[in-house]
């Protein structure tokens, strides 16, 4: 073997909310943390700037942690493991004063944290920053300070490809050193993934590139169960036009700070007509799909989509907001093609943002592989059930963080470093560099491509059998054809990026497979997953998918949902 | 390490900085490194596609693209390759 050695007791994999806590909990109980990044500390990856302007937490009477479980699951409807729910926002008081005592700067009134509303939750109930401020760059530098105040090892530009196991325990990782062009090996006793989302398979998503479900590729490969993939969350905010603002999700901002109304081609308040009670406050998810179902009726704005508009706000309201708000470039740029917010609608079409689908989990975030704890997106446990409301995903992180680093602690204090065999490492290793060895084949960046036109066609917002049967033998033919001899052109070990798109590749293509199976499992529609062919929520379908590795493929099965907390009315 | 220049040719209009790096990543040269991070996306701007154009620092993916335009690794940073840096690690340049 070639590979270099790295030991540790905890070995955190992705570097976000989730990531961070973790390695800050697994140091304070005082074991050696190293904690890896596919790029550069808090400035890759989505936390820095995706976690946008909710972070919810019952901070205050009349609020109560009960209230905020009981909203999760109704918004979740009903599918959300409710003692996972309950144990992650148990804890969301605390992971508000910890974020405010490690210096993250919250809106303050009166005393009190200032909390906003948001659709789905009974009460206001997220902290924030300034009205129109996005709290990313908050977390960037918060989590950051405190990495490096108590002196955590960041290994950065490492893409861990495999997970090691030895006797179907986890015992270490695989990855490469992006700077030098070497494999490395890891060796731990507690891994910790913290790899983020997947949405980097859609050709329209609020994720950067990277959301490339690293985490959910390889725990799948290592054999640990998947579960509640086909809930992926798409939110109505991606600009459409003018063209140079394409794809751009600030209308997501816009969105938190001030309500908006949609307008289908024909100048209707259609969600009315979809949600007689909450309308224009409908969850994003809710919204999404009403749009969705107003373009295949041929009532969708001129680019595709639907009208968000602010008109019905006072001029000096939204003037007051965007005073204090940043990102002023995009409104720049909407003038400069004729749009206003005071008076314009902006053309807006769901794109996806968040998954729910991950790995499986107990309350102590431990998968089903004994030594391997997933985090954040990559650990699901069932924990949004079909549909999260918004904010609870930095509550989630931060909780999960804490109980992983906890627990992945307290496991390596009475577990030694696990025998890796030499054949396993060097088969990985072999694996991850193959792409570099092959001359002629399909380049990295044309198989994501393609698997984002795939997903994009077979499973986006909705959903079908034949369609996603289609998307399926698609990938399968893609799969065999193309990703088996995926090639990079560029063959420099130093820093090469086309490296990392390949090692992305293979994640892109296992996990949008996990998709479509679940997806044309799940013979009914809820929150987000809507079947067009099965339109109707089922009771029977109270029930989580799962996806295992099998001996060929994938097999799947179904548990049942329990409900130690609330029935379903 | 010794700085070397390579001269790509681009057609692009009205893109970014960032997006004209990936044209040329995508079309002309895959060995080209850069960090994209959000890739401009939205109101946050993350910080890792910082580099120099034209000697003056910008983040490539609010940059709008001109018609002649040197990029440069940002000086501050030991680069590690083309337009990569170390944020870890000053260069010891002003």
């Given at each position: ?146 990495v490096k105040k108590r002196g955590i090892r960041v290994d950065e530009d490492i893409f861990i490809s495999d997970l090691l196991l030895s006797r179907g325990e986890v015992a270490g990782a695989v990855g490469l050193d992006v700077r030098k062009g070497k494999p490395r090996i890891y060796r731990a006793k507690s891994t910790i993934l913290a790899t983020g989302g997947f949405m980097a398979c859609y050709e329209f998503t609020t994720a950067g590139k990277a959301a490339t479900g690293d985490g959910h590729g390889m725990a799948y490969r290592a054999g640990a169960r998947m579960m509640d993939m086909e809930f992926v969350q798409f939110i109505p905010a991606l600009t459409l036009w003018p063209p140079n603002l394409f794809g751009d999700p600030y209308p997501y901002l816009l969105w938190a700070g001030l309500h908006p109304v949609f307008y289908n081609s024909l100048g209707e308040r259609f969600l009315e007509r979809y949600y007689p009670d909450a309308k224009d406050w409908a969850t994003r998810e809710a919204v999404a799909r009403a749009i969705v179902k107003e373009v295949r009726a041929g009532r969708g704005s001129p680019h ?266 | ?94």
């Amino acid at each position: 073997m070639t590979a270099d050695d790295n030991e540790t007791d905890v070995l955190v994999i992705g570097s976000g909310i989730a990531g961070i806590r973790a390695a800050i909990e697994a140091s304070e109980q005082g074991v050696n943390v190293i904690l890896t990044t596919k790029g550069a500390l808090c400035k890759d990856g989505a936390a820095s700037w995706m976690a946008g302007n909710a972070f919810q937490a019952a901070l205050y009477a009349p609020d109560s942690v009960e209230a905020h479980i009981r909203d999760t699951i109704i918004g979740g409807k009903y599918l959300n493991n409710q003692t996972l729910v309950k144990t992650f926002l148990d804890l969301g008081p605390k992971a508000v004063e910890e974020m405010h005592r490690w210096g993250m700067r919250l809106s303050r009134w009166k005393g009190k944290f200032y909390q906003i509303p948001f659709p789905g939750h009974s009460l206001p109930r997220s902290v924030c920053g300034k009205p129109g401020l996005f709290l990313g760059p908050e977390y960037r530098k918060t989590l950051f300070r405190e990495v490096k105040k108590r002196g955590i090892r960041v290994d950065e530009d490492i893409f861990i490809s495999d997970l090691l196991l030895s006797r179907g325990e986890v015992a270490g990782a695989v990855g490469l050193d992006v700077r030098k062009g070497k494999p490395r090996i890891y060796r731990a006793k507690s891994t910790i993934l913290a790899t983020g989302g997947f949405m980097a398979c859609y050709e329209f998503t609020t994720a950067g590139k990277a959301a490339t479900g690293d985490g959910h590729g390889m725990a799948y490969r290592a054999g640990a169960r998947m579960m509640d993939m086909e809930f992926v969350q798409f939110i109505p905010a991606l600009t459409l036009w003018p063209p140079n603002l394409f794809g751009d999700p600030y209308p997501y901002l816009l969105w938190a700070g001030l309500h908006p109304v949609f307008y289908n081609s024909l100048g209707e308040r259609f969600l009315e007509r979809y949600y007689p009670d909450a309308k224009d406050w409908a969850t994003r998810e809710a919204v999404a799909r009403a749009i969705v179902k107003e373009v295949r009726a041929g009532r969708g704005s001129p680019h595709g989509g639907a009208y968000m508009s602010f008109r019905h706000l006072p001029r000096n309201l939204i003037e007051d907001f965007l005073g204090k708000a940043s990102g002023v470039e995009y409104l720049v740029k909407l003038k400069d093609a004729g749009i206003d917010i005071r008076h314009d609608g902006i053309e807006i079409a769901p794109g996806a943002h968040y998954v729910q689908g991950g790995c499986w989990i107990n309350e102590k975030c431990e998968t089903s592989l004994a030594g391997l704890y997933a985090v954040g997106e990559a650990g699901s446990g069932g924990k949004d059930g079909a549909d999260r409301l918004a904010g609870n995903s930095i509550t989630f992180c931060m909780a999960m963080g804490s109980i992983a680093g906890m627990a992945a602690a307290k496991r390596a204090k009475s577990s030694p470093l696990l025998r890796i065999m030499e054949n396993d490492a060097d088969r990985l290793v072999r694996k991850m560099l193959a792409p570099m060895e092959r001359k002629n084949g399909m380049r990295p960046t044309d198989i994501k491509r393609a698997v984002r036109k795939i997903m994009s066609q077979h499973a986006f917002v909705e959903r079908d059998g034949g369609g996603l049967d289609g998307g399926l033998r698609k990938l399968e033919e893609m799969r065999e054809r193309d990703l088996a001899g995926m090639a990079t052109s560029a063959k420099n070990e130093l820093f090469n990026t086309e490296w990392i798109d390949a090692l992305e590749a293979v994640n892109l293509v296992d996990v949008a497979e996990m998709v479509c199976r679940s997806a044309l499992i799940r013979e009914e529609s809820r929150g987000l997953h809507q079947r067009v062919d099965y339109p109707d929520a089922e009771p029977g379908w109270l029930r989580h998918v799962l996806v295992e590795k099998a001996e060929k493929g994938m097999a799947l099965s179904t548990t049942p949902v329990e409900f130690p907390i609330m029935k379903p009315e | 390490m010794k700085v070397q220049y390579a001269t790509y040719e681009v057609s692009c209009e009205g893109a970014t900085v960032l997006q004209v790096l990936e044209q040329i990543y995508e079309n002309q040269d895959p060995t080209l490194a850069f960090r994209s991070g959000c890739g401009g996306s939205g109101p946050a701007r993350c910080g890792a596609c910082v580099m120099e154009v034209n000697d003056i620092p910008v983040l490539a993916c609010g940059k709008q693209a001109e018609k002649e335009m040197v990029i440069k690794s940002h000086r501050k940073f030991e680069c590690l390759k083309d337009l990569v840096v170390d944020f870890e690690a000053e260069s010891g340049k002003d």
